[in-house]
């Protein structure tokens, strides 16, 4: 029954209907629903936001063994990102900010979107595309054979000239490169397989994805402020270059308009988001400065590489 609804889930398009997936649309439609009932009143908040963060646990375990490759997270990310876009500049700018937070906030969210966008546009970079390696060209993209030249399967493989063998795909690859079964392919100085954007992050792609987090944690910080102290009674904090910063003092009517409460229920998510990112960000920092990336790490391979500055520099560098 479902490969049936999903052959006949298609929408209008120039030169005929184009099929979409379950998992293409399933996230929006998920989101939207989660968020409105949410916003209902204060018992449909706790049980929403307790049940997002499983649901999404649940699903990536589920999904990662039966659809490896699904785009159902990204999705889901980037419809959280324009659902809140929509949702501050449809109701929160009618709560008298100011010009300038407005642009902030979608300066920010934008940056965000761009550096996740070149993330998954310079993943392929990052593939070992060559079958054979060559020390001079480590991102093998000097090699003039198409021809792939198979490892032999004796312990006693060619491991001289800094050559390492991937015993999965049967070439030769560079150092600090592994294999990713989701991608099936090997990844140079791979950090890890992001499902929240359906690719590798390796050398070519880590510095958009840690400006990505960035932005993207300072995006959520900045609707999260602007909309709770925008719907809550402020209280000011502090003042910093001659801007007073606020925090929301009182938050008991908010359901009482529901508009105001979906203000509430979106900067909550916004905050939940901001803490995973937070975390990631955390632990991209820690192994950063240490000189390994996250697969090194899962793989107990906690080499230290000269000192913190300078594998920041290297990093910063693209090496």
Known sequence: MLLTFQDRLRIPWRGGAKQVTVDNVLPVVLLVSLQLLAALDLYCSLVIFTLIPLLLAYLKRFLGRVLPKTKFFALWLFWSGVYLVVLFESTVPLLELLPEENIAFVALMSLSFFCFYKTNVRAPLNHINQPQYNKDDPLGNGG?????????????????????????????VPPRTYHCKVCATCVIKQDQHSVWLNCCIGRSNHRFFLLGCVSALLALWLFANLSLTSVCHPTPIFTLFGVTVMLPDDCTDIYFQYDIALCFTGAVYALLMSLFILISLLKQTCLISRGYTGTEWQRGEHINRRNCLVNWKMFCLGQ
């Open 144 to 172: 003039d054979s198409q021809t792939a030249i198979l490892i032999s399967d004796r312990e006693d493989s060619d491991e001289s000239d800094g050559r390492l063998a991937c015993q999965t795909c049967r070439k030769y």
